[in-house]
């Protein structure tokens, strides 16, 4: 099979986010029943065919809507063909870490300034601006960055048996940074 121009050919597993490996135990999630479907569905896959800005042979994580058995991405079992745009965001490394694509970008969110001292579980993020957590054309990996309210996106994925997360934004959603 060959992907169309603009797309790329990739296996995804259905059941990857079901079970966890916590230890050496492997327990089953329940992930089957959330009703978020980001926290459910299958966000890894691996290129089968890939191009320029994709390789075949790379593991990547994408936009989870991508893989649902409804989608008209789906050609086969396992296989989806994809377009390759800014909804596959990251290629995954072997220590289950990531290397945005496709103009994301990683950021971690600081924590509003309180006068008062306060647990950390009534700290408050800001919504809006953060460090960036990957080198851009423009902007140095450490900086600080001010985004779009609310465009931030967590991403939910399961490397090895273990869940992951991790927040991005798209280069376009930067408002301004401070040198």
């Known amino acids: 099979m060959k992907p169309i121009k603009g797309s790329i050919l990739v296996r995804v597993w259905a059941d990857q986010k079901k079970d966890a490996l916590i230890g050496d135990t492997v327990l089953k999630t329940g992930k089957n029943y959330n009703e978020n479907f980001r926290e459910r569905n299958p966000v890894v896959a691996y290129v089968e065919q890939g191009g320029e800005e994709i390789p075949t042979g790379v593991w990547v994580v994408c936009n989870y809507s991508h893989f649902d058995l409804e989608s008209p991405l789906h050609l086969t079992d396992e296989l989806y ?99």
């Not at 745009?85 to 072997?94: F, G, K, L, P, W």
């Open 81 to 179: 063909a994809i377009p390759i745009d800014s909804e596959i965001y990251a290629i995954v490394n072997e220590d289950g870490s990531l290397k945005p694509v496709m103009g994301n970008i990683l950021v971690e969110r600081i924590t509003k300034d309180s006068i008062i001292e306060l647990p950390e579980e009534l700290k408050k993020p800001y919504l809006d601006r953060g460090v960036i957590l990957t080198d851009t054309e423009t902007i140095k990996k450490g900086s600080f960055i001010f985004w779009l309210k609310m465009a931030d996106y967590e991403i939910c994925y399961t490397w090895k048996g273990e869940e992951k997360r991790a927040l991005k934004i798209h280069q376009s959603e930067i408002t301004g940074y401070l040198k």
